[in-house]
């Protein structure tokens, strides 16, 4: 960083003096801080979900607010796995003890079920001064990481140590990768998902991404998303031993992200952990590195404003876990009321107790609308023209590939957008449907895709899917 | 790093061969992440509050439950800011607030005020589908941030703009500061405060210090913690004029600390916001850049477990806000529930609402005791051999100097410890008492201290200080 860069129209009140000194530069300017001696990752970091489409959907929402006509007289923000907010309803156990640990007076004045009132009790009990205002160990309380553990336990039949869970926000996702990535000035190694196969993954391209990355940088993670978000595959057991079989021949430390893990829905398909599938191939698979995630925002409970999830660490050099639970420690702690909804999930009301049956019922309801909902948005989408979807196995989302026409693709050329931003830009003036065009999330050049979740409630969803058909054959017309 | 360094005994099942490419090193090793590849920047950040003592004082209280016989029959956490933890009890209003907005049915079935009804019902309306559950926009709900502006506004009797607000968690505190440069591998500069003048910062010492940095590194930034921590004091209203007068001819942007600007004890002491000072200053000093950060982890709130706290930002460049909105996106968004503490903050129960008189006897009941701990700390300190304690004008801490007997220097030497961690892994050890070294926040070479909260209710602070003063009495004894 020697080279002093040109000063840009919009900082022409920077003087013009500038130095340079040692290895570092020093801009003469009114203001410390400027564009250009910002650091260079921050302004390379992208983060597609929460992009310029979504300021255009809030800024349309404004509009409408404010009597503007429009086509359509509300937008649908298909762009983003945020449940409650397109309708889901809370789980009932998670806020009743969320709100009786807040105000425990109410556990005197209210006449909550037993277990409700006993979970809070003993949480209460972990927190210093009885208080959820208290900061808790870095890495969240020790009762709820020992609850974790037990879940872990339970869903892949293996020990799961709880000194090496953390209860920890946020957890990252998708687009979160390459944002993390550049920010800290990492580089991305792409590899593609196999889209003929439902999303598999391929090892032959597995080993061609890593053969190319290698030669010119030291790859030592790869990350996997299951069920996949965007692509919504659900990964078979063999196809997660040949990852591992990858990953260890390559040194590969595997971050599994496995927030998705209730959101199974297609015939035959199972969720199978990175942890579970390393323990039963035995060793020397089973010495694989990794890291699962686990959040509450997603499966049943959707509770993405309450910034509560897990990590557990498999595997990682005990100098290395050192390290990383220092840096965790530096953050401080996890909200505690996140972590009484990341308490609930690990351990939710059993058979026998009274919130038991209100507790099934409710995640029962809200999966098997979900599955019904995957199924639908499929089958619409399969009957549009350029239109192909995959089965959405799992997740929350579908990600269709689209042909676009050449005009619609020379048009977007002509306004400097990606053919597949132009396609979401005018989808959402034109009928307020928000979704992420697929250039966000990384696809082979030359395909468009976007991303949709199947979270508008059914009614809505339905309403959505009409309004999208037509759109699209207005827009396949108007490019033809 | 093109050198290889040697392997460590306890990362021993490495295996040999190590080879460099390009600008990276690649360690082959049966693990993928090692201490030997680790990015150099997180082996660096030391968390001082958080760390060796006070895992120890964990540990402790572990041994303590399990019967084993010690001087003391409990540990005393007088290390981190942490009200409720030592007994402080909530304010109502806020969780009340926090309770309906978790589990709205509350509402018809307690007989709740009606104030906490409708700030419940207002905060519900501007979250996705009602819910909390639902994501916010990255830079928090805009009914909250307009809040907070109306706060700063009346705080200062200045606008405030509440487009540049972002309610963010977590707020960074002293010595999370090092630790964060550590971590972007930044360089810190540090500057003395004048323990004679009751830590006052001397614009002679900024001057000394930026001019020995500024030879080989390019100083952007200044961070000033008012009122102080660990320190204790309460910056005056000249003091800051001139700093911001250093901050304008050396082109620094401003960091203003300033989660304490509640906590005021000392007679004839003031909080004065920079941003407040900068303004009527005038130009040209009114267009220097500022940060400000405030918390509900402080104050008469203490709600440390919540996560929720805002920074307010003034002249920053406006394409250097962009990007940093930008990243705050890529954190998707702070917890509803620690947000929903910040709007009772910044717009409390007004005079005539239903909760207003509860509101105003819980936060005077808690801030006349915080300020009569305050003053018997310093007294007691001050009584003892060896110590002096600057008067604890705010905030939540003390800051005493000790002088360590050349005995107590030569031990601590042999044990490979810093004098003041000796002194405090001693006191620990014997008393049950966890204290922070000052050797964790930087001290003049060849003095020691240690930060002490004021936070034990007053019985419990009472016992704490007898405890002490018989300690350092025989500590003294001991090492003359």
């Known amino acids: 960083m020697r080279a002093v860069r040109l000063i840009s129209a919009s900082v022409s009140r920077l003087s013009t003096l500038a130095e340079s000194r040692g290895t570092s530069v020093r801009v003469m300017a009114n203001n410390a801080i400027t564009i250009d001696n910002l650091n260079p990752n921050i302004i390379k970091l992208e983060y597609a979900v929460r992009g310029p489409l979504v300021t255009r959907a809030g800024e349309i929402e404004k509009e409408l ?5 429009k086509p359509f007289n509300k937008v649908i923000k298909a762009n983003i ?5 397109m309708g889901q309803k809370p789980i009932t156990f998670i806020r009743q003890v969320i709100a009786c640990v807040t105000y425990p007076k109410l556990m005197d004045e209210v006449d909550f079920p037993k277990d409700v009132v006993e979970r ?9 001064g009885n208080s959820m205002g208290s900061y808790t160990v870095s890495f969240g309380i020790e009762m709820i990481r020992r609850h974790v553990a037990e879940y872990i336990e339970r869903r892949d039949g293996y020990p799961s140590d709880w000194q090496t ?3 920890m926000i946020p957890i990252p996702q998708y687009p979160l990768y390459s944002a993390s990535l550049a920010e800290y000035g990492l580089e991305q190694v792409g590899y593609y ?11 032959a391209e597995l080993e061609r991404s890593f053969k190319e990355a290698s030669s010119n940088t030291a790859v030592r993670a790869i990350v996997v998303i299951n069920p996949g978000n965007p692509t919504g595959q659900v990964l078979t057991r063999d196809n997660i031993e040949s990852i591992v079989k990858f990953a260890h021949q390559h040194k590969l430390f595997i971050f599994a992200d496995e927030v998705y893990q209730d959101n199974v829905y297609a015939e035959g398909c199972k ?5 579970k599938v390393m323990t039963e191939m035995g060793a020397p698979y089973n010495q694989t590195e990794l ?3 686990m959040t509450v925002s997603k499966g049943y409970m959707g509770e993405c404003g309450l910034r509560g999830g897990w990590m557990e660490l498999f595997n990682m050099d005990p100098q290395v876990q050192a390290n990383l639970f220092k840096c965790i420690s530096a953050s401080l702690c996890p909200t505690t009321l996140g972590q009484t909804a990341v308490d609930c999930v690990a351990r939710p009301p059993q058979e026998g107790e009274p919130s038991y049956d209100l507790w099934i019922k409710e995640k029962t309801n809200v999966l098997d609308s979900l599955a019904q909902r995957a199924d639908m948005i499929v089958k ?10 995959n089965i959405v196995q799992g997740a929350m989302y579908a990600f269709p590939s689209i042909q676009l026409p050449p005009k619609a693709v020379e048009r977007a050329k002509a306004e400097g957008k990606a053919p597949d931003v132009y396609y979401a830009f005018r989808l959402l003036e034109e009928t307020g449907i928000c979704i992420v065009p697929g250039s966000g999330f990384g696809q082979r050049p030359g395909t468009y895709h976007f991303r949709t979740t199947i979270l508008p409630q059914p009614e809505l969803l339905q309403e959505m899917l009409e309004i999208f058909k037509e759109f699209h054959a207005k827009f396949t017309k108007e490019h033809s």
């Open 65 to 69: 607010a404010k009597g503007a006509q």
């Open 81 to 85: 796995g945020d449940a409650h907010a």
């Open 120 to 128: 809070a009790r003993a949480l209460l009990s972990g927190c210093g």
């Open 165 to 167: 869970i953390c209860v």
């Open 193 to 203: 998902l196999d889209e003929d196969r439902n999303w598999a993954l391929d090892v």
């Open 271 to 275: 969720f199978h952990s990175f942890k």
């Open 291 to 293: 890291a699962s995630f």
């Open 380 to 389: 619409t989408f399969n009957t549009m023209e350029g239109f192909k979807c």
